[in-house]
């Protein structure tokens, strides 16, 4: 199935969005806490799986909405975009003109 895997790659740029926005919700030191180091070193705790969008809800206040459901949502809308144009085009099929059948000889 390579044509649906074709869209995960949106994934990663949803997830590093949530969790850059449940950071701005979470308390610096309780992430200094949870993860053994500074809000700087994100890139590589990311990189390296260490934050992720699980483990910051577990240290995010009460209240904070959990994101994880949403984060294939552009790959979602992509794939339904993909299907719109692809039944635009299949809608403007038409006949061919029988002036462009070749002449038998």
């Known amino acids: 199935s390579s044509g ?6 949106l994934r990663p740029g949803s997830e590093k969005a949530a969790i850059t926005d449940l950071l701005s919700k979470i308390d610096p030191s309780a992430f200094k806490e949870k993860f053994g180091s500074d809000v700087s ?4 705790l990311i990189e390296a799986k260490t934050v992720t969008v699980a483990k910051l809800m577990e240290i995010a206040p009460p209240g904070v909405v959990d994101p994880t459901p949403f984060l294939y ?3 979602f809308y992509t794939i339904a975009a993909a299907i719109g144009v692809g039944a635009a085009a299949h809608a403007m099929i038409r006949p061919v003109n029988p002036k462009w059948y070749e002449k038998a000889e």
Do not use: Q
């Open 73 to 75: 949502d552009t790959s």
């Open 41 to 44: 070193a994100l890139d590589a």
């Open 4 to 9: 649906i895997n074709a869209e995960w790659p």
